[in-house]
């Protein structure tokens, strides 16, 4: 059950972070664009190191 958590919690980072991109797009805010970004690459970057550790 462990996994499954983990990968919903992973889409809704990433959710999160395509929301800041575009609600920073709208509003001309490079700053909430810039944290989407680093909230999604960090997802990722922890997915794939928890990926790695896990075999």
Request: aromatic letters at 0%.
């Amino acid at each position: 059950m462990k996994p499954v958590l983990t990968i919903l919690a992973a889409l809704l980072a990433t959710a999160i972070g395509v929301g800041a991109i575009v609600l920073g797009e709208a509003d001309d805010s490079p700053g909430l664009q810039g944290l989407g970004v680093l909230l999604i690459v960090g997802t990722v970057a922890l997915g794939v190191r928890r990926a790695q550790r896990s075999k």
